[in-house]
């Protein structure tokens, strides 16, 4: 009993988190145990050599990523929130339509009516409905029906430039749909960003996740298709444990297909 | 008195102020990310499993109790996670990191600084993975993230002086097993 006491007593203290009392008493009880003096101090010096121990800091990704699921999260809930929430979403809906057939009936009269400003003008109305598409995209992708999720998915790969915010969605998208199609498109749609190394190496992770066998198989042929030689441990671990006969081989046909090139 | 706004920012997210996980996220999210890279030394698989701890919150929100205590109930979540993943994923517990971070190091800098770490230091985290799943996250809860004795005593269904031998015991396993890795 007495020995639990010292530990007890001993380990408040190494967190700093001893009183006084206590601290007296286990300096009592320990001029009475000479032999557990030398095991703690051993201890003690283990449990400091722990602040030396290096540990990496997360990316900034991880934040944006959460930033996206909150908004995504905080949207969903608003649209639930009242019938009248439900008219006022489809209205603004409706008026972002009404805007974008607006806007490229402008672009198509700048293109007709010659000007000084004119392709300063298309620039400006280019950015706008890229802009818009960017909206439509990240409306469309977190709604319920898997075809609409298709739809997004597509309308991201059309985007000539694509931000971080689509990129994130097609990342979440490829890991975390439920639907394999949805995840197929969203894969088809990173592959136009394959140049980024984010989204490399979200597809190296991708291929780690995936617990289908279609998907597995797809997201190899995509790191085949870009030469990401990064890859191949990850492509090993999955053929090691994976049952699927067809999926091993397709691996093994895959990593071979890496190494040769 | 931080302890006490967690619990009253929780309650506000509970009662539909989800705005207010924001704040818990920049309280925690280093910490989970801290305690879920200790278990699987990757810091991508660790990023994803904050999120999934984080959504969890949202999805269970409701549970959260009046007189709750967030860093007990959003650790626990945060061991159940990490045990989701470990059983989906055993093929890739404790595999090398393959983080950004790591990969920006050029090969020369990543050797030099390996070559800096004492060999003390090396051994000790070597000692660490070898250890069993519940002894590391013992070591990881109570000495990295620095949770109270009595709540890890809690989480793990035992006393708080029963915790705190199983901690000496681990020390000592440890200690013996980075001296004989140096041998």
């Known amino acids: 009993m007495e020995k639990n006491k010292i530990i007890e007593l001993w380990l408040d203290k190494l967190l700093g988190e001893i009183s006084d009392e206590n601290e007296k008493a286990l300096a009592k009880l320990l001029s009475k145990n000479h032999k557990w003096t030398q095991e703690l101090q051993e201890i003690e010096h283990t449990w400091q050599l722990f602040d030396r121990i290096d540990r990496p800091e997360p990316s900034l990704l991880m934040d944006a990523k959460f930033e996206g699921i909150l908004a995504a999260y905080l949207q969903k809930k608003e649209s639930k929130t009242s019938l009248l929430d439900t008219i006022r979403f489809r209205v603004l809906k409706g008026w972002q339509v009404g805007i974008a057939t607006l806007l490229i009936g402008l672009l198509m009269g700048w293109w007709l009516l010659p000007s000084q400003d004119q392709k300063q003008d298309i620039k400006q109305l280019s950015r706008e409905i890229q802009s818009m598409k960017e909206m439509m ?28 915010k689509v990129i ?92 040769q090139s | 008195m931080d302890q006490f706004e967690d619990h009253n920012l929780m309650l506000k997210v509970k009662e539909g102020d989800v705005g207010k996980l924001d704040l818990l996220y920049k309280r925690y999210s280093r910490r989970f990310f801290g305690f879920f890279y200790g278990m699987t030394r990757d810091s991508a698989t660790s990023e994803d499993l904050v999120q999934n701890v984080f959504m969890r919150i949202l999805k269970y929100k409701h549970t959260y109790k009046e007189n709750g205590d967030f860093e007990f109930w959003a650790f626990q979540m945060a061991r159940n996670v990490q045990k989701d993943h470990y059983r989906k994923n055993k093929r890739y517990a404790f595999q090398e990191d393959m983080n950004p971070y790591e990969r920006q190091l050029s090969e020369t800098k990543h050797r030099e600084k390996e070559m800096e770490k004492s060999d003390e230091i090396s051994y000790l985290e070597k000692a660490l993975a070898n250890l069993s799943e519940e002894k590391r996250e013992l070591i990881e809860l109570v000495r990295f993230q620095k949770v109270k004795y009595a709540k890890v005593a809690e989480m793990f269904g035992v006393s708080e002086s029963a915790i705190k031998v199983r901690v000496h015991r681990v020390l000592k396993e440890l200690k013996a097993s980075y001296l004989k890795l140096d041998m």
């Open chain 1, 137 to 164: 995209m990240l409306t469309l992708i977190e709604q319920p029906k898997a075809q609409e999720r298709i739809r997004a998915v597509h309308l991201a790969a059309e985007l000539p430039q694509a931000d971080e």
């Open chain 1, 168 to 259: 994130l969605a097609l990342i979440t998208t490829l890991n975390h749909d439920e639907n394999v199609n949805v995840r197929l498109a969203s894969l088809e749609s990173l592959l136009s960003y394959s140049e980024r190394a984010e989204v490399r190496r979200a597809l190296i992770n991708a291929l780690k996740m995936q617990e289908s066998a279609l998907m597995q198989v797809a997201i190899a042929d995509v790191l085949v298709q870009i030469q990401e030689k990064s890859s191949l441990e990850a492509m090993e671990n999955v053929k090691e444990n994976v049952e699927d006969e067809m999926v091993k081989q397709k691996l093994e046909q895959s990593i071979q297909s890496l190494q």
